[in-house]
């Protein structure tokens, strides 16, 4: 199957900072990508939807400003975390969509982000 | 709003014993049910998807799911489960038709016992 892949795998940082995690699609052109998040043992809740030359189209109660997404290329996509704080801590994350038509969703490895 | 459901936090079956992970579904129109499995501090590894013809979708490391309308039911089943299967479980539907995203149930940890 097609390859997605996220850096970093882990990142910690310290209160106040800023994250970003990437997201590519490896051997195939992603037009939508997807970013959820996941709790300890709970299930991934969307974040957000982005899409190759646009805004990100985001779930409610997910706060844009905090949560930056840009979608630049059609093999990249990335999440900033910013002024990052503890409860930002979670496992995050991406899939991107292959052919709209057959709409194959192909997951990342997911970024471990833990907030000092 | 589509929706599934998985009713059970955890699953405990002995290796060699046949396994069930059980999901229900709530969609408007035709469902496009999917399962995956993720194994800790991991991405999501697609197992099998359901998006129309037979009912017994059959899939990777031999998970088969079938698909019942009546039921609104979509459980993952494997004849002899291995301890290697142990791992969690997500149930997920699409949000919408082609290009949207998966909605996913809470995760079925599955626990198998040598």
């Known amino acids: 199957g097609a390859v997605v892949s996220q850096h970093p795998s882990w990142v910690i940082c310290k209160s106040g900072t800023s994250v970003k995690i990437e997201c590519r699609s490896l051997d195939f052109q992603a037009t939508t990508m997807f970013w959820y998040r996941q709790f300890p043992k709970q299930s991934l809740m969307l974040m957000a939807t982005?899409?190759?030359?646009?805004?990100?189209?985001?779930e409610q109660g997910v706060e844009k400003d905090k949560f930056l997404i840009n979608h630049a290329s059609l093999t990249l996509s990335t999440l900033t975390v910013t002024s990052a704080h503890p409860e930002d801590s979670s496992f995050y994350i991406c899939s991107a969509l292959q052919g709209r038509s057959t709409g194959e969703l192909f997951f990342g490895e997911g970024s471990r982000l833990t907030v000092l | 709003a589509q929706s599934v459901a998985q009713p059970e936090d955890q699953v405990n079956v002995a290796e060699g014993n046949p396994l069930t992970v059980k999901c229900t579904y709530s969609v408007s129109g035709n469902p496009y049910l999917f399962w995956y499995v993720q194994y800790p501090n991991r991405g999501l590894q697609f197992l099998l998807k359901?998006?129309?013809?037979?009912?017994l979708v059959k899939g990777s490391y031999g998970f088969e799911a079938e698909f019942n309308k009546s039921q609104t039911s979509f459980h993952l089943k494997k004849p002899s489960a291995l301890v290697s299967d142990s791992a969690l479980y997500f149930c997920?539907?699409?949000?919408?038709?082609?290009?949207?995203?998966?909605?996913f149930g809470k995760g079925t940890t599955l626990s198998v016992s040598s």
């Open positions: 997920a539907v699409r949000d919408g038709g082609a290009g949207t995203a998966l909605i």
């Open positions: 982005s899409n190759e030359g646009s805004k990100a189209t985001y």
């Open positions: 359901y998006i129309t013809g037979d009912n």
